[in-house]
């Protein structure tokens, strides 16, 4: 199955502080990935690889071209969504982790990433009678779920109940990969996942996409180590090809 196809993307920055010059840095990019597939983006730094990432994510728009996504509800152009249709992809349907995380403050680690998966199952109208028991049921699952990537991931115990912005960097980013992974996504978006991992946590990260690939997910990638990307990546898509 077709999970997303990119049909003639375009986007360029305007440099408002320089006099309007504008930047382009994304020309007529077209790419299809299926469900199980990884598709690796490749090329020299500055050809508009974050920027596609985001563009698919809705966080930046395009000038033109179609991001056609197969969504849980139906096809929708990403290209053309509404803010609220885009939170209500990203609540079920499109994961991102990015090279940064950004949380609210204060939030311990644990909830992050929990809150992450209850957002994406809402308790069903009439349910009111039972509500407390199947808020407690989806709390304690979401918790075991979170606890259960924190240990793959080899985050210390002591530190699931702190707020992410006391940890380290390569700290930060695990709990950034539990949070993009606790949910399952039919669109997994990565930008430098790995980036400040050390090679045991490496590793744990291309079991986790192998197992996205195999429940279906369809998986957008930048991936700057080699070795990651080889094991990861069905295939290569090169902006600096796709762009020229």
Not at 23 to 39: H, I, N, T
Not at 188 to 203: H, K, Q, Y
Request: proline fraction near 5%; charged fraction near 25%.
């Amino acid at each position: 199955m077709m999970v997303l196809d990119v049909k003639g993307v375009s986007k360029h920055f305007t440099l408002h502080l320089r006099g309007g010059i504008e930047l382009p840095v994304l020309k007529d990019v077209s790419l299809r990935v299926a469900a199980g597939e990884c598709v690796a983006l490749v090329g020299p730094s500055g050809r508009g690889k974050s920027t596609l990432v985001k563009c698919l994510y809705g966080s930046y728009g395009v000038d033109a071209g179609r991001i056609l996504l197969t969504a849980s509800a139906g096809p929708i152009d990403v290209a053309q969504a509404t803010p609220q249709q885009m939170l209500a992809l990203r609540r079920s349907d499109v994961a991102y982790v990015s090279q940064f995380l950004r949380v609210v403050p204060r939030v311990p680690a644990l909830d992050v990433v929990a809150e992450r998966w209850l957002e994406a199952r809402p308790v069903a109208a009439g349910t009111e009678a039972d509500f407390d028991d199947l808020e407690v049921d989806r709390i304690a699952e979401a918790s075991a779920l979170a606890r259960s990537l924190f240990e793959r991931l080899n985050l210390p115990p002591a530190l699931w109940q702190l707020p992410p912005a006391t940890f380290s960097g390569g700290e930060q980013q695990r709990v950034n990969i539990a949070r993009g992974f606790v949910q399952p996504a039919r669109l997994l978006l990565l930008d430098e996942p790995t980036a400040s991992l050390d090679a045991g946590n490496r590793r744990v990260v291309v079991e986790l996409i192998h197992e996205a690939k195999q429940r279906g997910c369809a998986v957008v990638g930048i991936f700057h180590d080699e070795e990651v990307r080889d094991a990861v990546a069905t295939r290569c898509v090169d902006l600096d090809l796709t762009t020229s």
